[in-house]
């Protein structure tokens, strides 16, 4: 989907807003010119405006009264404060999207007047490097436009897929807190390639590197992990070996519990901010 003509507008400059500037204007599904950003900080926007071209302001209420496309991205302990401020200058006319975490679309929409479309999106800070995943759910008011709006958006900055509201805590605990996972997991096998005798640097630049490239070839191939796993296991070799003392170290129950208890987390946020 383009996104043509219409005005996009950020309340709040972080790490995420400037992520998604960066991956729209690159992409060129958005000009420059059709961004405006709020935010407090003055350094931070006058960065913004350097380097992006962007309009900004410190008023909430301009950035609402400027944009037909407003992205919430807020820490979720401001959301309510914001709202409670900003909330009444949104129309149904306008796309609301948030990126706070744990804020649901029945919370946004108490602040709010009329039906006006709400989507919630669960982003990862791979999105910092284009290689972001999001998952994007939609609101009692929100549309298919506005869905395919945020597919869009997000899809420039790496990686995005629908899911329905109840599954968005189960987002957070796999993508959303999965970067961790993964940064974990790249510092085990350094480790081990250090107490094996490789120099730390060499160590986890393969470590890091084997992890992309597998990742690529899941995503690119299209095969699943366990037949891509059976490609570079031979029988009585070297990977068997490492995958027996994996599975006996019991690594994936582990990495189940950790998205169990991540999404419960999740939830439990969650439900204080219907």
Request: net charge negative; hydrophobic share 45%.
């Amino acid at each position: 989907m383009e996104l043509g003509e219409k005005r996009l507008g950020f309340i709040g400059g972080g790490a995420m807003a400037e992520a998604l500037i960066t991956g729209l204007t690159r992409a060129e599904l958005i000009l420059a010119r059709q961004i405006t950003v709020s935010d407090l900080n003055e350094q931070r926007r006058n960065y913004l405006a350097e380097k992006f071209a962007v309009g900004v302001t410190t008023a909430n209420n301009a950035v609402v009264a400027d944009a037909d496309i407003i992205i919430l991205a807020l820490k979720p302990f401001v959301m309510g404060d914001v709202l409670e401020q900003a909330g009444a200058y949104f129309t149904p006319e306008h796309t609301v999207i948030s990126i706070a975490a744990g804020i649901t679309t029945t919370y946004i929409e108490k602040f709010l007047t009329g039906q006006v479309p709400v989507v919630r999106v669960m982003p990862n800070t791979p999105a910092l490097l284009g290689a972001g995943a999001a998952a994007v759910c939609c609101g009692q008011w929100a549309t298919d436009l506005h869905r395919e709006l945020a597919l869009t958006i997000f899809g420039a900055v790496g990686r995005a897929v629908s899911v329905p509201e109840k599954l968005m805590d189960a987002v957070t605990g796999l993508s959303g807190s999965g970067p961790a996972y993964m940064y974990i997991i790249a510092e085990a096998l350094a480790d081990a390639g250090v107490r094996m005798g490789l120099p730390r640097d060499v160590a986890l630049t393969l470590a890091s590197q084997t992890m992309l490239g597998s990742a690529r070839m899941i995503l690119e191939t299209g095969c699943h992990p366990g037949v891509l796993k059976d490609m570079v296991t031979t029988p009585g070799g070297t990977t068997i070996e490492g995958l027996y003392a994996l599975e006996e170290g019991g690594i994936r129950a582990a990495l189940y519990r950790a998205v169990e208890v991540a999404c419960r987390r999740s939830g439990r946020q969650s439900g204080n901010n219907k």
